[in-house]
């Protein structure tokens, strides 16, 4: 900052002396070999700006570690602080068929309401792939089965036993037996939606072998839950899930570390038969999509799976204890009266887990972050893969030339305001639009957001008018949502661009 | 503020009933208050910054091209009469007139360009975009003081209209709509903004006032012409006559900080544009010939110093407000280094060996505005190349 004032007031005082500069000069320069040699140089200048310059640079390599130049952190207000509250739990969990993406959305539910279940035991599954099984999270009775919009299943709600008991599972060798048997012991079991697919994020699908597995053991998002504080005590439990990845795939389980100077959890550092690779940069640095394109970007050649590392420590507990254990830690953060980390079970029902924690008002109750997560009511419940609640304030409020006077901090990328050149203040966060949808105007700005070798304005518009082939060359297969989720917070004509970008995935995924 | 706010909702039309004053409301009360809409779907935070933001800083960027435009216009006007003609006497007088001619000028600009922005956003049912601010604000800094009004006017509409609502409003614009109504007004009424007679304000039919730019005289006789009516100094600080706001280039080069600073605007195209500008003047000195009393009023054009050509016309202004246009210039980092670095060269070309009219930024820009999609189009494909590229290695 003080070097950039520096820099442009020398360049302000250089630009207003030029003139006595030249003063001193000829006043006509017909003929003579040095202009050439000028224009030259000048012309050089030029190459090298673009060359440096124009580009979407966005990797440096310090080492062994992958520098990602591009992003941006958002510190919001309310970080989870760690320490583990056993006091909060939530009664009801559910399973929600809109978390899949790629699912048919009446899926053939086998249980009735009324009927025990135990973790483990299959509550749906999918008409169109018969062998994924969808898994309860917990013991308990199914107490409802919601429909959605044209008889679509919403969601099924089970309460939970007070002591949630797995169903039984036979041993399995992983060593000893092949594949194809492993395969179809994950599919059984109920943990196979846990691996997901890229290009499109979607579940996995079991006939195929991704060439790699990845796993992102850093969350840079606003807010986000610290998961080498999560990992503590689950060390063999994530180990034997990696071990179980291994199996999977022909290439590598590549395991992404945070490079950013922090503490870095044993279980990440020192996981073994696996191929870790740092990576320092701020948010989106942590997203596995991002790693993934700095490692072996995705195509439909060269499809990756991946896993959320709480994810794969419920697989590897299930092939060390024979156990369907999902329970979760998840970070309970924002606008709430004691931020912290709460102990319960996948799909945790989003108002037991805030029970006493809302202050009075209106706010936004958000599971996953405030980037890419979903907005939900007291009555909901958490999203399959998510480990964060993030509460803000709503922002139903008129703000008097509010464009040009803010009256308030919020947080901003944007130069034109002083927090813009303050990066790592914190500040609170409302769902306030701040503006108008316009049409795209500015351009460079996406840019500046994504680090990722990607056009991401070309990418959207080529979805806009539906240009597959566009799409595909523009790397469609390599972004999902929240890839692109910062560009949408930064962007100055509030474009949707996640719903966007899921319309052109949708696309893609029917023509396939 | 919420008695304010309460007035507003008492007042505001009925949208089924009257659309086109509903729309009107609507644009004046979200520059007055920004809306209490919460974010739907996909983010749940969004950044504090908008296209209105945005738009202002561009017209803050430019506020001292006008203050100095409106002295200017005065200075020149008393200074050819014969009174003030010194630069510190009489500043009242040469600020009060020269606001008396930009203002009917602005006021002009902007009711033709917003009304008809109005009438469109009513007829599409969308809301009043913020585009034409920046464009109605950049128009009067490149017309000649003395433009008449309805000539301005129907520029205005041509550009307004077939240059911007055509393509579907602020965004899919593809020509710069301010340049696009000065080049009406270039190529229908050229005696009214180019010659001798029309940068000095007030003066038609007073005998032995001569209003030349120093581009008009370069053309003719070279640097060596140019410096016989005014000083280096005068050019840089801008007391020559010239468009209203174009003349002043600290405060262009302050205003283009200003936007570089903020990130408004692109300093890729800016610096691209002065080396390109400054590569072909380069050329033209080394290729000038030996300059003798005959020599053809070009040849001394080409000989003056390359680093003089940024003292006259309006290259700086160009550079930093027209060229930067972020709708009509490249999209991607690599298209910015070359679109400006192609005004850059293009345009002093043109200045140069344009035997008519010796300023070349407005058609250069255009030019490039129209190539720019293609310069990204290369761009683009390289990327699309590059992955391809890379999907064949993994296969």
Known sequence: MRKNIARWSNLILLSLFANSIFAQADTSASGGGMNLLYALVVLILFILGMRFFGTSKVLKKDGNTIVLTKGQDLHLEGAAEKAVNENVQSKTFAVRPPDFFNISPIPKVVVAVGEEVKAGDTLFFDKKRPEIKYASPVSGEVVAINRGAKRSISEVIILADKEVQSRSYDAFDLNGESREALVNYLLDSGVWPYLRQRPYNIVADPATTPSNIFVSTFDTAPLAPDLSFVVEGQEDAFQKGLDVLGKLTDGSVYLGIDGRGGKVAGAFADASGVEKQAFNGKHPAGNVGVQIHHISPVNNNNIAWTAGVQEVITIGKLFLNQQFDASRLVAVAGEVNNPHYVRTFQGANVGDLLEGNLNDGSYRLISGDVLSGKKKDKAHFMGFFDDQITVITEGHYFEMLGWLLPQTKRPTVSKTFFGGFMPSRTVKADTNMHGEKRAFVVSGQYEDMLPMDIYPQYLLKSIIVGDFEKMEGLGIYEVVEEDLALCEFACTSKQPLQNILRQGLNEMIEQS | ?395
């Open chain 2, 1 to 395: 503020m919420k008695g304010l706010l309460n007035f507003f909702h008492k007042i505001e039309p009925d949208k089924e009933k009257s659309p086109f004053l509903h729309t009107v409301f609507d644009g004046f009360f979200t520059f007055l208050f920004v809306p209490n809409h919460v974010t739907a779907k996909g983010v749940h935070v969004r950044d504090r910054m908008d296209l209105k933001r945005l738009m202002i800083f561009v017209v803050l960027a430019m506020m001292g091209c006008y203050v100095f435009g409106a002295y200017n216009i005065g200075h020149h006007h008393f200074a050819a009469l014969g009174e003030y003609t010194q630069l510190g006497e009489g500043i009242g007088p040469k600020l009060w007139y020269g606001l008396l001619k930009i203002l009917p000028i602005l006021i002009v600009t902007m009711a033709v360009g917003l009304g008809i922005e109005f009438y469109y956003a009513s007829r599409k049912g969308h809301g009043i975009e913020e585009g034409f601010i920046v464009s109605g604000m950049l128009i009067p800094l490149i017309m000649p003081p003395d433009l008449p009004l309805w000539m301005l006017g129907l520029a205005v509409v041509f550009a307004v209209i077939l240059g911007k609502e055509a393509f579907g409003g602020t965004g899919m614009n593809i020509l710069n709509v301010a340049l696009l109504t000065r080049v009406f007004v270039f190529f229908a009424y050229p005696t009214y903004i180019s010659g001798d007679e029309v940068w000095i304000s007030g003066v038609a039919g007073v005998d032995g006032v001569t209003g030349a730019t120093p581009l008009a005289l370069a053309a003719k006789g070279g640097w060596e012409a140019v410096t016989q009516v005014y000083s280096a100094s005068d050019m840089w600080w801008g007391f020559i006559p010239g468009s209203i706001g174009e003349t002043s280039k600290p405060l262009i080069i302050l205003g283009a900080l200003f936007l570089i600073f903020t990130r408004v605007a692109s300093w890729r195209i800016m610096i691209s544009m002065v080396l390109g500008a400054a590569f072909v003047g380069m050329l033209m000195n080394g290729f000038a010939p030996e300059i003798t009393a005959d020599t053809a009023g070009v040849f001394k054009f080409m000989a003056v110093p390359w680093y003089y050509q940024f003292y006259m016309g309006s290259f700086l202004f160009a550079m930093a407000f027209m060229a930067t246009d972020p709708v009509t210039a490249s999209g991607t980092n690599k298209g910015k280094w070359i679109y400006g670095f192609l005004i850059g060269s293009i345009g002093m070309v043109i200045r140069i060996i344009n035997p008519a009219y010796p300023e070349g930024w407005m058609l250069a820009i255009l030019l490039l505005n129209v190539f720019a999609p293609t310069i990204d189009h290369f761009v683009v494909e390289g990327n699309m190349k590059r992955r391809a590229k890379r999907a064949e290695a993994i296969a």
